[in-house]
């Protein structure tokens, strides 16, 4: 019989069900239909064949001699289609691993990450809060995104800063009245300041504002800015912020900037396979990302003016 004149494959495997479970009901609840669509699709197979297939038994039902005959065959014929199924080779799952400092992994990156999912539906993304990748492997591609003054530099990869967001000093504003009278960079010198280290950013701030950094201020010691913003909305200190990790919590007023500035020293980089820098995976990423961060502006001290960030 032509392939053309084969009976729909619902009609057969609505009676292979049948004969499986030995009624109409036992098909349905496999193939989660009503009993009635099952009687349906047996009674067209049967149209379509010119063949009795089933017949009253008692209350229930049974295969005609043909139907044993017909079912016999086409169970093993469904067995062989499952068999060639397992049997073909198995697409890799391609793999995209970012590596991203913690702040941007927890506040920013990990809940757009179905967005970017959605963009790359063939890709499983990966996310890990570590801004060192591991060499590319051949399952996958690893891409590296962190927050530095200048892109890392190796053979075989490329780079783009995507954007360098303003650094600026905040607090939270419910800890203590008298920190909010600060109005100056000098002010910060005479209050407990949230190191970053090994950032190393309060000295570089300050000289970019023209006040001398005295090593011995006081304040927590951390091992990044993620904790280091973590322990101002805990009301330890001042810390240095860059507004794409702080932007709800300044909106929310969770925390403030102290006064106005504008000092931008480091950006955030993404790092990637130069072979696959302009192909999918990683030119989906590189456009997801600008726009990501780009929309990640915080109005300049919100009791004065408003500033966008502007790209590398």
């Not at 929309?295 to 009791?303: E, F, L, Q």
């Amino acid at each position: 019989m032509p392939i053309g004149k084969l009976p729909p494959l619902v009609q057969l495997r609505a009676f292979a069900y049948v004969g499986e479970t030995g009624s109409v009901r036992g098909a349905a609840e496999v193939m989660r239909v009503d009993h009635s669509v099952i009687s349906r699709h047996v009674r067209s197979l049967e149209e379509f064949l010119g063949v009795k297939l089933i017949r009253s038994k008692g209350r229930g039902l049974a295969l005609t001699s043909e139907g044993e005959h017909y079912f016999d065959r086409i169970a093993r014929a469904f067995e062989e289609i499952a068999d060639a199924t397992a049997a073909l080779p198995k697409s890799p799952v391609r793999r995209l691993e970012i590596y991203s400092t913690a702040g941007l992994a927890h506040r920013v990156l990990l809940p757009a990450i179905p967005s970017l999912q959605a963009l790359l539906p063939a890709w499983s993304i990966i996310l890990h809060t570590s801004s060192e990748a591991p060499p590319q492997t051949g399952d996958g591609v690893s891409v590296e995104v962190y927050f530095a003054n200048e892109p890392r530099t190796t053979p075989g990869t490329a780079s783009e800063c995507t954007v360098r967001p303003r650094l600026f000093p905040v607090v939270n504003p419910r800890t203590s009245a008298s920190w909010l009278t600060a109005n100056s960079p000098a002010d910060l010198l005479t209050m407990p300041i949230i190191h970053a280290d090994p950032r190393k950013l309060w000295p570089a701030w300050f000289h970019n504002v023209g006040v001398k950094y005295i090593k011995q201020l006081h304040g927590p010691r951390l091992q990044n800015m993620h904790l280091a913003l973590e322990a101002a909305r805990c009301g330890q200190g001042v810390a240095l912020a860059n507004e794409v990790l702080v932007q709800e919590d300044i909106l929310s007023g969770e925390l403030i900037e102290l006064f106005d500035s504008d000092i931008r020293l480091e950006g955030y980089h993404l790092t990637g396979p130069a072979s696959g820098w302009d192909t999918e995976p990683v030119s989906i990423l590189r456009t997801w990302l600008r726009d990501l961060l780009g929309r990640r502006s915080v109005p300049r001290n919100v009791r004065t003016s408003g500033t966008e960030i502007p790209h590398c």
